[in-house]
């Protein structure tokens, strides 16, 4: 090669990409880190803290439990009496044994308020309802006006449930109402404070409570949480204990059923089984139920409630034939009653239960918390008449 040539050479592998041997880091890829496990999921409301706080633990289940009827239950927080199993339908007994419309009331005076409890079935969300609704425990406080106002509610991820529900109060003694999950059981409940703190019970309202009989919408779907359950709404409107009888699917008027309602000595009745029912249903069972309710109250308010309207009945045929039978059969029955001397036998239509927007329900058919408020109000405006006379 000549010199020029050799030059020329030269030059140009300067240019070229150099194909000599990695530099050794570069031999082998460097062994991947293992991805970080995700975070164990908690109990405890976002912003919580994680660390473990020093608590004193109080079980409750021997306290005045408000909204809890009966005193012979076949477990601590079963809504019928545990003659029941013997009287009413298994799906009926199941159904009784979640705790909707419990609650506790108590005071403290600790700057931190915790709850450890554990729940009798694995499946704590549905696919309408979140776990906050279905399985968790729903906290408010009462404020220097003497109002009931929201705190915090548990969010469950497994049944064996721990919470701090708030924390960074200053230590002055202050008034809670703290509510039972609606669609799951509780097999054991304790409350947390922070240790030397004060805790003791409060009682419920003083007067008769409310005994509601109904569906799955007076069990609570498909509120986001416990105490935005109608009848949870609606005691605290009227200041009032109320014992809710839901039963989802299956508030149907049975005697099985009413034979355990008429034992309590209730302020008034409410009677919304409608959703439930056929009109068949309906003409055959509200006036023995009233009946049978009237052996042992033979003036007690009872307020019979229509179904409320679905939502897309405006455009579904079949809805609004089913609503004009139901309430036919339902008002039938009333006026029969009424006309045979009943006094003390009231009615609430169901077209504006949930308002007129169509807005107020999950599914068509469950209300949200707009349409649990609605339907709460629209109750608590029926009722409060009866009660004061």
């Given at each position: 090669m000549s010199p020029r040539a050799r030059t020329v050479a030269l030059l140009l592998s300067s240019l070229l990409p150099c194909a000599c041997a990695a530099p050794?880091?570069?031999?082998?890829p460097a062994p991947q880190q293992a991805a970080a496990a995700p975070a164990p999921a908690t109990n405890q409301p976002a912003g919580a803290n994680a660390e473990e706080p020093e608590v004193a633990w109080t079980d409750v289940v021997g306290w005045r439990i408000e909204g809890r009827a009966f005193a012979d239950r076949a477990a601590p927080y079963d809504r019928l009496p545990?003659?029941?199993?013997?009287?009413?339908?298994?799906?009926?007994?199941?159904?009784?044994?979640d705790s909707a419309g419990m609650a506790i009331r108590f005071r403290s005076d600790s700057p931190s308020i915790h709850v450890r409890y554990t729940l009798t079935k694995a499946q704590l969300d549905m696919r309408h309802m979140p776990a906050t609704g279905v399985s968790g425990a729903d906290l408010y406080g009462r404020d220097a006006e003497g109002r009931w106002r929201w705190v915090a509610v548990s969010v469950p991820s497994k049944p064996e449930v721990k919470a701090t529900l708030v924390k960074g109060l200053t230590q002055q003694p202050r008034e809670w109402l703290l509510y039972l999950?609606?669609?799951?059981?509780v097999r054991?409940?304790?409350?947390?404070?922070a240790p030397g703190a004060s805790l003791e019970p409060v009682a419920p309202p003083a007067g008769l409570p409310v005994v509601a009989y109904g569906t799955s919408i007076m069990?609570?779907?498909?509120?986001?949480?416990p105490g935005m359950a109608w009848p949870a709404i609606l005691g605290r409107r009227i200041d009032r204990e109320v014992f809710n009888f839901g039963f989802s699917g299956n508030g149907r008027m049975e005697p099985g059923v009413a034979q355990h309602l008429v034992g309590i000595d209730a302020a008034a009745f409410v009677i919304d089984c409608l959703p439930n029912m056929t009109p068949q249903q309906v003409a055959e069972r509200t006036i023995p139920?009233?009946?049978?309710?009237?052996?042992?109250?033979?003036?007690?308010?009872i307020l019979l409630v229509e179904d409320r309207t679905f939502a897309n009945a405006w455009l579904t045929e079949e809805r609004q034939v089913q609503h004009r039978g139901r309430?036919?059969?339902?008002?039938?029955?009333?006026?029969e009653l009424t006309a045979a001397g009943d006094e003390n036998l009231h009615y609430l239509r169901g077209a504006g239960l949930?308002?007129?927007?169509?807005?107020?329900?999950?599914?068509?058919?469950?209300?949200?918390?707009?349409?649990?408020?609605r339907m709460a109000m629209a109750v608590a405006s029926a009722l409060q008449p009866l009660l004061a006379q």
């Open positions: 050794p880091e570069a031999q082998a545990a003659a029941a199993e013997q009287t009413v339908r298994k799906e009926v007994w199941n159904l009784s044994r999950p609606l669609y799951n059981g054991t409940f304790e409350l947390g404070v069990h609570g779907a498909c509120a986001s949480r139920l009233v009946r049978q309710l009237r052996e042992k109250h033979p003036t007690t308010p309430r036919a059969a339902l008002r039938k029955a009333w006026e949930l308002g007129d927007d169509d807005d107020a329900t999950t599914d068509g058919s469950h209300p949200n918390d707009l349409g649990m408020y």
